[in-house]
């Protein structure tokens, strides 16, 4: 034994468990075992277990103060004198050496840091968070060949450690060997119990971290969704948005930085995720839409949302997707038939769509005037611009009356009848005063086709006041001198 140390006490001791596991800092755990030995009346096994944590770590002035208390108590003072005040003098304390260097990294003094940890083991070598962070140290510093001699040995020491393990697999990382690395993690995801505790926080955003370099974003939001729920730090929760969001997963991706935003609404990353993921409108509207049909499967409005969406993205093979998945009665719906028809139509297989748009058109109900609209888009689209008039007429109703009849109005301009199809646009501006289009198409059929110079003046007055611009129509009003 170091003279540093204890003398020799030949005490007859009782019956003592078996010591703790070696762990990253035994001294630690033998303190802890001491203490509860001594609390439980076991002032033997205690004196034992704090002892050897002296041995390892000599510098820890709680462990040698808990060791006089006990010696004392059981008659030998002289000998904690000598604990308390060894004769050799003080010995510097490794935990303390530890929280010091972490304090210089916190601050940006690398060289000092190194200089603390290796200082706490050079007392204390059997500290492994000391080796851990020196490692961690030297890993940022890409001093690869360095790391990986405290590391090897310490993981093969420690296989079960999650803080060595996910060390080692950050090595491997950066030694470019991925599968590796990645291999560890699962292994230790695989053995290790959920609630253990924060370690598995970081393994598991460094097993995101792998899965992204791998090109897999969904086995990267696999892999850090199980941590929804835990307490964590609010930049973890930030990162593992990012993994959401990377992954499709839009609506968790803001439920979480609403959580962030919660706790510190000032959080600048947060705030500049959270405003990007609000622009991404037809991400968001496209999540909203398939959570809400993950939910409710049966209910024709929630496919109905989902499908529109689809279609106004023109993905019309997933709009017909959507609705072959869904039960019989909810594609038996008559939003749903019509929804179908639309997209039928918008593929080009027209003749499926008329059929089911002709069965509407024919059925009492709400869908009625919609199907007839659709019919229209239909028929007009094969060419067909009689049948699809009077689809049009049919559909003129309620919310469907401006576009009805400006449909209609280009319709009965196709087949000759230009008073007929201006009438249809009055209709339709009347109905929705902003309607800029129709206002425009008035303007050139009076100016062009009925020769209606104070009507087309009145429409295209209406034209320009929203925004409209056309440089020949401006000049011809006189709007540029």
């Known amino acids: 034994m170091h003279a540093l140390l204890l003398p020799l006490i030949v005490l007859v001791l009782q019956a003592i468990d078996p010591a703790p596991?070696?762990?990253?800092?035994?001294?630690?755990?033998?303190?802890?075992?001491?203490?509860?030995?001594?609390?439980?009346?076991?002032?033997?096994?205690?004196?034992?277990?704090?002892?050897?944590?002296?041995?390892?770590?000599?510098?820890?002035?709680?462990?040698?103060?808990?060791?006089?208390?006990?010696?004392?108590?059981?008659?030998?003072?002289?000998?904690?004198?000598?604990?308390?005040?060894?004769?050799?003098?003080?010995?510097?304390?490794?935990?303390?050496?530890?929280?010091?260097?972490?304090?210089?990294?916190?601050?940006?003094?690398?060289?000092?840091?190194?200089?603390?940890?290796?200082?706490?083991?050079?007392?204390?070598?059997?500290?492994g968070r000391a080796k851990l962070a020196l490692a961690d140290l030297m890993l940022a510093q890409e001093r690869l060949v360095e790391a990986e001699s405290l590391l090897l040995p310490l993981h093969e020491r420690e296989p079960e450690e999650l803080l060595v393990t996910l060390a080692v697999s950050r090595l491997d990382e950066a030694l470019g060997d991925l599968e590796e690395a990645r291999r560890l993690l699962v292994h230790a995801l695989e053995s290790e119990d959920e609630a253990s505790g924060e370690q598995l926080v970081s393994l598991r955003l460094q097993l995101a971290h792998l899965e992204q370099l791998r090109g897999d974003e969904n086995a990267a939001w696999l892999a850090v969704e199980p941590l929804i729920g835990r307490a964590m730090e609010v930049d973890d929760l930030v990162r593992i948005s990012r993994f959401a969001s990377d992954a499709g997963f839009v609506v968790e991706a803001i439920g979480i930085l609403g959580a962030v935003l919660l706790q510190v609404p000032t959080h600048a990353v947060a705030l500049g995720d959270f405003a990007s993921l609000l622009t991404q409108s037809e991400e968001l509207e496209g999540a909203l839409a398939r959570r809400r049909l993950e939910s409710a499967p049966d209910d024709p409005a929630s496919l109905e949302l989902a499908v529109a969406h689809e279609l106004s993205y023109g993905r019309f093979d997933q709009a017909l997707e959507l609705i072959g998945r869904a039960p019989e009665a909810v594609r038996q719906d008559a939003r749903i038939r019509l929804k179908t028809a639309s997209a039928l139509r918008q593929k080009g297989q027209v003749g499926q769509a008329r059929v089911l748009l002709t069965a509407l058109v024919g059925e009492a109900g709400g869908s009625a005037a919609e199907a007839s609209y659709e019919l229209g888009l239909l028929e007009f689209g094969q060419g067909e611009?009689?049948?699809?008039?009077?689809?049009?007429?049919?559909?003129?109703?309620?919310?469907?009356?401006?576009?009805?009849?400006?449909?209609?109005?280009?319709?009965?301009?196709?087949?000759?009848?230009?008073?007929?199809a201006a009438e249809a646009l009055e209709v339709a501006v009347k109905e929705r005063p902003e309607f800029r289009e129709a206002w425009l198409q008035l303007g050139l059929l009076a100016r062009y086709t009925l020769g209606d110079r104070e009507r087309a003046r009145a429409a295209l007055t209406h034209y320009f006041a929203l925004g409209g611009d056309d440089a020949e129509l401006r000049e011809w009003m006189g709007l540029d001198s």
């Not at 033998?30 to 002296?54: P, V, W």
């Not at 040698?64 to 003080?90: I, K």
């Not at 689809?391 to 230009?418: H, K, P, T, V």
Request: with cysteine; charged share 20%; aromatic share 6%.
């Open 385 to 420: 611009f009689a049948q699809a008039e009077i689809a049009f007429r049919s559909a003129a109703i309620g919310e469907l009356i401006a576009d009805a009849q400006f449909s209609r109005a280009l319709c009965l301009n196709r087949l000759g009848n230009s008073a007929d």
């Open 21 to 127: 596991p070696l762990g990253l800092d035994p001294a630690a755990d033998l303190f802890l075992a001491g203490r509860s030995a001594y609390a439980a009346g076991n002032s033997d096994q205690a004196t034992s277990l704090l002892r050897r944590a002296i041995e390892m770590d000599p510098g820890e002035t709680e462990v040698r103060r808990l060791l006089a208390q006990v010696m004392t108590e059981q008659g030998h003072a002289v000998d904690a004198l000598l604990v308390l005040d060894p004769e050799l003098g003080p010995v510097p304390s490794s935990w303390s050496a530890l929280q010091l260097g972490q304090t210089y990294v916190e601050a940006g003094n690398l060289a000092q840091a190194e200089l603390a940890f290796q200082g706490a083991l050079a007392h204390y070598p059997k500290f």
